[in-house]
């Protein structure tokens, strides 16, 4: 008597606790092991670039606060290099020294967003997240005390930051420093020696260097496959050349190095929030640009090391005040293309991992 | 001019393409080269297997509507030579434009290229899965194209800037232009989807 | 003669305002410690008082325990079966047949039973949700109730007030029972299990297969609940689970076997009896047997580290995935009372029952017996706190390959050493069965997670490397080649 199998469907669907926001995958299972998968994504989707077509580019700095919702600070960042470079404005010390700081800040917390909830998908019940949020918890309130807002800050402005930070930011500030590279060594302590975690986590979603090249992908993830490739060091903007920090390198390209990867990374934004805060300068916090600024005919693209991989803004002006192509290039998106080579042959729970270390907003996907 | 600053110069890339693949350059510009849409796989091919160029990763594609016409932006990075290269191709055809796919040479090009076919319409041959991304099967039009019309028939731009000459109209309202018809070819699944075992 | 000074000495000066919300929230919110020490003097002298009132009372009791006042009679609080058995005579006495005493006695068991494991499964959601929020740095309820504590209440409420929703598809019949019948057995184990001398509801002679046995309903009754639900996600959970359980209740039975070699009887009573005369633990004779019970207990109760039957980031909800309302709140209930019985059982035949070395003539011994339930209940939430879970292949690997022979193997061990003692009498003999039995524990677990290649590699170097120069594919390489 011949048995046979069918595969079928499970949807992974837009609401459930371990995709990353709106986010549905369609995987066809035989028994456990996944046989194939889909990706559909377009929950989110804002036509956020066809707006952006009929604002100023200084409208349009909110935009990118909402499409990388869990690093608003490092999307304000890099529109405003991008215009900057177009229009070809000045930026003071000062706010290239502040700028650095609160991209660093914004940093840590979107790691720790990152690495608690792939620790949650493995199955920790929260624990390490809620401990990693206490640090975030301080830094939002570092930022609503800057420009008023937690999430969606808005606080870069073409030519410098928006406002200066008030007073008490700044022993609040050395506080949070002093105390975080003992935190941060408390959540590696927990994790990195955990069997449990380490069952998980070592040997899954392995990507080769090779492959994350030709893959386009940026960030934590190529750096966890051994590439060491940083934006902040290729293409230094801000002060990021004068200033002095190591990049983090993983050896095998599996959910644990890029898990290492992003703790390393959280312990680099400390120093380099440290030496910034040493060196700041004092000084205007950002350049009186014309109101009505229309940069001339031509093309950029200007790019930042988000938390994420690189985010980059490809803007096309035709010399009226808003851009006539405004494109990000969403590192979330483009992380994506290897997820279905990488789920097809495994397990569930690996794949559910391995979506959580690629780390992805849908919010930046879908735009 | 705002080149970035690991950005190669155009013309050099030019000359080298020029010599490469002959046929294949079709202009040369400070920043970029473009190139035939016919020959923009070989000349990328050839930028990624040159030693002096070594363009290993494709860091953005993307497509602009210049009205009549259709842009596509390839950015090229070389991670070891850390230069970026840029390169473009015209795609004269404004009704049903085509190109042929990045994909056999850059994987990343998987969803980038099917973000671009979802919201301004441009084929790519020889894409594995192409389907909407963003939009739904059966959407009707392109939205980032410069016809597709916003809310109140608005086209997309800006005429004047806010608080300045409040006489002129900031928001081009022209309904002289209709939107697109809806597209025929529209799927529910990656082409072999492998979820029924009866297909 | 001192002058006094000048002013009288202040409280030190409050710290200045902290700057962000959140540490200020820190340090303004109320805490019991807080509250304790701020409370007015009449409620502290009132507080003294029944302090001191109390252990005037526990004295009280110490010199009847003493005096030997109370053996015997029904009044003996410390064992509840001695009033129960009075009553059996009394009953059987008034000559009106001799079912009555039977029903009565057990009516009595059964109602004790079920509301004692009831009253416990409302202040333990409570204990586990404040608990599982103390290891997770934040509160746990505290607005329903004074601290929260009418919490539970309030789920229960809202549970039953649910819409009764059967989704489409699914088996009407068949959807109806899961909770029911996953219900059942969680009461029926509590049946056997010793509270005092002469106080277990349902002494039988072979109460530990008993407990095996029952236990192992209840994986029929969650694999009818996923196959009933007309979905994917509950199916899915429904045979990672009956996969599981099957796989562990081998490494329960045989560690339960060990015991039963040991003390030479099924019967519960009989086995804390043993560890009484012998003032020695089981768990600390066969750690091993312990942890082996105590973790397949994990796995057959679906909690971390073994709760992939409802791992939430996969599958939402596992086998109850379309439970809503109070067939919802029984799923729940009975995991929460199969932590608790499995306490029961781990205290029973591990941690000495209701004994704590002549402990139980002073306190009652039903006392004890739940003090060693939260004790192994708080480990349970300590765990559910700490771990990530495995994956099931894993779970099924560990279970097979490493739990089941190594059960095996000590219990050979137990067998040698129980017929030893059997017929051996030397005064230390235990003492040296118990540093034998550590010993062998150790040499075993290391050479056979070694066999089964548990043993990670310590040498392989974990953390990344750390570089200032970009680079690609080249770069990679030159890196990877000078680390290796």
């Not at chain 1, 205007?284 to 229309?294: G, N, S, V, Y």
């Not at chain 3, 530990?208 to 994917?232: E, K, T």
């Amino acid at each position: 008597m011949t048995t046979s199998s069918e595969p079928y469907v499970l949807n992974i669907g837009p609401q459930h606790p371990s995709t990353h926001g709106v986010f549905r995958l369609r995987v066809a299972m035989d028994g456990e092991t996944i046989v194939d998968m889909d990706m559909i994504v377009g929950y989110l989707h804002r036509s956020m670039e066809k707006l952006a077509e009929e604002r100023t580019y200084t409208q349009n700095i909110p935009f990118t606060d909402r499409a990388d919702y869990l690093a608003a600070m490092s999307g304000n960042l890099g529109l405003c290099l991008a215009v900057e470079r177009l229009a070809g404005v000045e930026v003071p010390e000062r706010a290239d020294y502040l700028r650095v700081i609160f991209a660093e800040l914004q940093r840590i917390a979107s790691h720790a967003m990152a690495n608690g909830t792939l620790v949650s998908d493995a199955g920790a019940w929260q624990t390490p997240l809620l401990y990693m949020f206490r640090e975030r918890e301080k830094i939002l309130d570092l930022f609503e005390m800057t420009c008023g807002a937690r999430l969606t800050t808005n606080y870069m402005r073409i030519g410098g930051v928006a406002f200066e930070p008030p007073p008490e930011f700044w022993p609040a500030l050395r506080e949070l420093v002093d105390e975080l590279p003992d935190r941060i060594d408390e959540y590696a302590e927990l994790l990195t020696d955990n069997e449990i975690f380490l069952a998980r986590t070592r040997g899954v979603g392995v990507i080769s260097a090779e492959d994350a090249i030709n893959g386009s992908l940026t960030g934590p993830a190529l750096r966890g496959s051994g590439v060491p490739w940083d934006l902040r060091k290729a293409e230094p903007y801000a002060v990021y050349d004068r200033l002095d920090f190591e990049i983090p390198v993983g050896r095998r390209g599996d959910v644990y190095d890029r898990f290492m990867v992003r703790l390393e990374e959280t312990k680099q934004s400390t120093r380099l929030i440290r030496q910034a805060m040493a060196e700041i300068p004092e000084g205007p916090h950002k350049t009186q640009i014309p109101l009505a600024l229309r940069p001339e005919p031509g093309e950029v693209y200007g790019r930042v090391e988000s938390p994420r991989g690189e985010l980059g803004y490809y803007l096309v002006s035709d010399g009226s005040p808003a851009p006539y192509r405004f494109h990000i290039r969403a590192p979330s998106l483009i992380n994506l293309s290897l997820l279905r080579a990488l789920a097809i042959g495994s397990p569930l729970p690996d794949a559910v991992v391995t979506l959580g270390s690629i780390d992805i907003v849908v919010g930046e996907i879908d735009r | 001019m705002p080149a970035g600053p690991t950005q190669l110069s155009g013309r050099r890339v030019a000359a080298a393409l020029a010599a490469a693949l002959p046929s294949a350059v079709v202009a040369e510009h400070d920043e970029w080269v473009e190139v035939r849409p016919e020959r923009i796989v070989d000349a990328l091919r050839w930028l990624h297997d040159a030693p002096d160029f070594d363009a290993a990763q494709l860091s953005n594609c993307c497509g602009v509507d210049r009205h009549d016409r259709f842009e596509v932006v390839y950015h090229l990075q070389s991670l070891d030579l850390n230069q970026q290269i840029v390169v473009k191709t015209t795609v004269a055809d404004h009704e049903r434009p085509s190109l042929p796919s990045a994909y056999a040479v850059y994987k990343g090009a998987l969803l980038q290229e099917r973000e671009i076919y979802d919201l301004m319409g441009i084929q790519f041959a020889g894409h594995p899965d192409l389907r909407r991304l963003f939009l739904w099967e059966g959407f009707p039009g392109y939205p980032l194209r410069k016809d597709f019309l916003g809310l109140g028939d608005t086209t997309p731009g800006l005429a004047r800037f806010p608080f300045e000459n409040k006489a002129q109209p900031d928001r081009i309202i022209n309904p002289g232009l209709r939107p697109a018809t809806p597209d025929p070819a529209s799927q529910e699944a990656p082409p072999g989807w492998r979820g029924d075992a009866r297909a | 003669m001192t002058t006094a000074p000048a002013s009288p000495p202040r409280r030190p000066e409050a710290p200045p305002a902290l700057a962000t919300p959140m540490a200020r929230q820190i340090r303004e919110a109320p805490t019991l410690r807080g509250m304790l020490t701020r409370a007015p003097a009449p409620v502290k002298v009132a507080g003294a008082l029944a302090g001191l009132l109390f252990f005037a009372a526990n004295a009280a009791i110490g010199y009847l325990v003493i005096d030997g006042r109370l053996d015997g009679h029904w009044y003996d609080f410390r064992d509840l079966g001695v009033a129960v058995g009075e009553l059996r005579v009394w009953l059987d006495d008034r000559g009106l047949g001799p079912w009555l005493s039977y029903w009565v006695t057990a009516l009595i068991g059964a109602v004790g039973i079920l509301s004692f494991v009831g009253g416990v499964l409302l202040i333990g959601t409570w204990i586990e949700r404040r608990l599982l929020a103390k290891f997770q740095i934040r509160r746990g309820p505290n607005r329903v109730g004074p601290f929260g504590l009418l919490q539970p209440l309030a789920d229960a409420i809202k549970l039953v007030q649910k819409e009764v929703l059967i989704p489409r598809g699914a088996d009407r019949i068949l959807f109806y029972l899961p909770p029911v019948l996953v219900f059942i057995p969680a009461m029926l184990a509590w049946g056997p299990v010793p509270w005092a001398p002469t106080m277990s509801y349902l002494d039988i002679n072979v109460g530990l297969v008993y407990v095996i046995a029952i236990s192992s309903l209840s994986v029929l009754a969650i694999f009818i609940a996923g196959w009933s639900s007309n979905n994917h996600y509950a199916l899915l959970g429904a045979m990672r689970t009956v996969a599981m359980m099957i796989s562990y209740e081998i490494p329960v039975s045989i560690s339960l076997l060990s015991v039963a070699l040991f003390t030479g009887s099924l019967k519960l009573s009989a086995i804390v009896g043993w560890q009484s005369d012998h003032t020695m633990w089981l768990g600390l004779i066969m750690p091993f047997a312990l942890f082996t019970f105590f973790f397949s207990s994990t796995a057959e109760i679906n909690r971390t580290p073994n709760d992939i039957a409802e791992a939430e980031s996969e599958i939402v909800a596992g086998f109850h995935t379309e439970y809503s309302g109070m067939k919802a709140g029984l799923f729940l209930a009975v995991e929460l009372g199969n932590a608790l019985l499995i306490g029961a059982l781990a205290a029973t035949f591990f941690l000495g029952g209701y004994t704590f070395f002549g402990l139980e003539q002073w306190i009652p011994p039903y006392l004890i017996l739940a003090v060693k339930i939260s004790a192994v209940y708080f480990l349970f939430v300590w765990l559910r706190g700490t771990l990530p879970r495995f994956r099931l292949d894993q779970l099924m690997g560990y279970a097979w390959k490493f739990l089941i022979p190594l059960s095996i193997a000590f219990m050979g061990v137990s067998a040698v050493e129980a017929s030893i003692l059997a017929r051996v009498d030397l005064p230390g003999l235990l003492l040296i069965v118990l540093v034998v039995n550590a010993a062998l524990t150790v040499v075993f677990v290391r050479l056979w997670a070694r066999v089964v290649g548990y043993e990670a590699p310590r040498d392989e170097v974990t953390m990344p490397a750390l570089t200032t120069s970009v680079g690609g594919l080249r770069a990679a390489q030159r890196l990877r080649g000078g680390a290796s």
